[in-house]
């Protein structure tokens, strides 16, 4: 059996001397601390003084009645158990006693004192459940005003944030209801969210919200992923028109604390001045590559008659001053014909630097024969010059010349490139055709460089580069160059005829 053996403390009130004392010997014995009064008056006085942790009483009593004390005390009997023992025991007294906040009635005398053990463990118990009860429910209370607070003051800020930032945000349920819009929705959108609450979103602001034959989710606009993201709960993003503005879109899943989808969340962004701003962008960057274009043509305009001139009146001047030392080295003597030899030897030597240089300028063999005969013998002056081998591969019919030029001047860059970065011994030009699509590749066994990958150009690009990409971009085409330290440089062109 439990007993409250620490600090429960009881008081007796009974008049009978015997049957208190009685009482309180015993209640001694089981471990309770005991206080004694012999009439309702003393024990009120003791209860007020000690506040006890159980009250005994009788109920008949001089100067103040068992009921009178309980009276008295009501309001604490509903935490401090108060157990009635009396030789009264009728029903009416009973539910009199139990009317005015007593616990519990007893009646006496008793056959056994263990009954009345009994019943104070009992109350007592009761007691402390109560009073924990009460403790708890009064932290927990305390618990949820803090975290109500705590609640407000976090949807407060969120609130803030909703209403603040300049993204357009719409939340809508399962079935693609608006539930909220932020004011930058609103104003995008042109519906209040108390207006819109409630509304199917495709007949708010959809893209057929005015057409009076479409009916239902006919009206969903047609790129529109709220409903891909309520059925799998990806994110997806997507473009569209509101009114005069272009808008990016992103929808998000919003899921319950149970992993249920309950709606969507969608995110809207301006992005008309983005746009227009890359159309003004790729209206400049067709102007520039018109203007490269013509620049190039006049380039080679250029390069064609510096050439003509070169071979016209250099060249012929050449010839004709060659002829003259000749005639003169048959009638002068042998003593001076060593240096009419020197002469026509040193004009030979300026006439073949002169044929180089037309050549340069404006290889006749491409004029002539193509890009694949023009890059076979270009490898070959390279070779001599530079004692790098070049081999080519290029069996490929013949291409617009505006084409065959670009391509050869290309190849001219990269093979520079070659002597002046990569240092190698060797060099493979493979030329090919496939589907209409033209690819070029230069490839050495140098010593390549950090940091290149394929479709990427070195951050620091040079000249070069930067005019074989201008040269090709002028086509349509795609430069494309591959390095890795020792593993020598790939420099690819694709373009499609």
């Keep these: 059996m439990t007993t409250f053996i620490h600090t429960a403390t009881i008081l007796i009130v009974e008049d009978d001397q015997f049957v208190r004392q009685s009482m309180a010997l015993f209640l001694e014995k089981c471990g309770f601390h005991v206080l004694q009064a012999a009439n309702g008056r003393d024990g009120l006085e003791i209860f007020i003084q000690k506040v006890p942790d159980l009250i005994i009483l009788d109920l008949q009593m001089p100067e103040m009645s068992g009921l009178e004390l309980l009276a008295a005390i009501r309001n604490d009997l509903a ?6 023992v009396s030789g009264t025991g009728t029903m009416n007294v009973v539910i009199e006693t139990l009317r005015f906040g007593a616990w519990d009635y007893l009646t006496k005398p008793f056959e056994r004192l263990a009954i009345l053990e009994l019943a104070v463990n009992k109350a007592l118990e009761k007691a402390r459940l109560i009073k924990e009860n009460r403790h708890y429910q009064l932290h927990l209370e305390e618990e949820v005003i803090q975290r109500t607070a705590e609640l407000q003051l976090r949807e407060q800020e969120a609130q803030q944030i909703f209403a603040s930032v300049h993204f357009a945000i719409c939340f809508v349920d399962t079935e693609m209801r608006v539930i909220r819009l932020n004011p930058a929705m609103e104003a995008l959108v042109g519906f209040k969210s108390e207006e819109a609450r409630g509304h199917y979103c495709y007949d708010c602001w959809g893209q057929y919200a005015g057409d009076k034959i479409r009916q239902g989710r006919e009206k969903i606009c047609d790129t529109c992923q709220v409903a891909s993201t309520l059925r799998s709960g990806e994110k997806y993003s997507y473009e569209r028109k509101i009114g005069d503005k ?8 919003v899921w319950d604390i149970n992993g249920k989808i309950i709606g969507a969340m969608e995110v809207a962004d301006d992005i008309t001045e983005r746009k227009n701003n890359e159309v003004i962008l790729e209206q400049h960057r067709q102007q520039l590559q018109r203007l490269s274009s013509r620049l190039m043509e006049t380039e080679e305009i250029e390069r064609r008659r510096i050439a003509s001139k070169l ?4 060249g012929q001047e050449l010839t004709a001053l060659g002829l003259n030392l000749h005639i003169m080295g048959q009638s002068v003597p042998p003593e001076q014909r060593k240096r009419i030899d020197d002469s026509l030897e040193l004009i030979a030597a300026m006439t073949g630097q002169v044929r ?6 404006r290889p006749p063999v ?3 024969y193509g890009l694949g005969p023009a890059l076979r013998w270009y490898g070959s002056v390279f070779c001599k010059r530079t004692g790098v081998e070049v081999i080519v591969y290029a ?16 190849i001219q860059e990269a093979l520079n490139n070659v002597i002046k970065h990569a240092h190698a011994t060797k060099v493979e030009v493979h030329c090919s055709m496939n589907d209409n699509q033209l690819s070029l590749a230069i490839e050495d066994n140098g010593c390549g460089f950090q940091g290149m990958g394929e479709d990427v150009l070195p951050e620091s690009q040079t000249w070069g580069l930067l005019s074989m990409r201008e040269r090709i971009e002028t086509f349509g085409g795609k430069l494309i160059v591959v390095s890795n330290p020792g593993s020598g440089t790939v420099v690819t062109v694709k373009v499609q005829i």
Excluded: Y
């Excluded at 935490?79 to 009635?84: E, G, K, L, N, R």
């Design 366 to 368: 491409l004029d002539d």
């Design 246 to 253: 272009i808008v990016e879109i992103t929808t998000n899943p």
């Design 79 to 84: 935490v401090i158990p108060a157990i009635v």
């Design 356 to 361: 180089d240089i037309m050549a340069d300028l």
């Design 395 to 410: 069996g490929i019919p013949r291409l617009p010349a505006n084409l065959e030029i670009a391509l050869f001047r290309i």
């Design 311 to 314: 071979h016209d009146q250099i």
